[in-house]
């Protein structure tokens, strides 16, 4: 399975962006996709999360009501919907994809390489 994210960029506070995640190869052995984030120094953290069939959700607090995660079928895609974006949302994010619905991110086996998102103040 190959993971393509891109959707990053500049953005104000209070601004909205939208990550896309594209998903290619072996995709019927997926059960779950995610979004995870990095800054520096911390350890990357669980954002959102999609069931590959089915579709239901399942978000981390920091991100619940302001982050919507979705997925295109047909398209293979899933997209993280990014509003009311504050300065420590400023990180480099990533989608995941696993066999298995779970938020650890050492469960995920595919990785997508990064976006990195910059929200200015």
């Known amino acids: 399975v190959q993971l393509q994210a891109f959707g990053g960029g500049l953005v104000q506070a209070g601004g909205s962006l939208r990550l896309s995640c594209a998903a290619s190869?072996?995709?019927?052995?997926?059960?779950?996709m995610a979004w995870f984030r990095q800054v520096p120094g911390k350890e990357r953290e669980f954002l959102a999360r999609i069931r590959w069939s089915g579709g239901s959700t399942y978000y981390a607090d920091s991100v619940k009501g302001r982050f919507t995660i979705s997925r295109d079928d047909a398209k293979n895609t899933v997209y993280l919907q990014m509003n009311s974006l504050k300065p420590e949302d400023t990180a480099v994010y990533y989608c995941a994809a696993s066999g298995v619905l779970t938020v650890v991110p050492d469960a995920f086996p595919y990785w997508g390489q990064g976006t990195l998102v910059t929200v200015s103040s």
């Open positions: 190869g072996r995709t019927f052995s997926l059960y779950a």
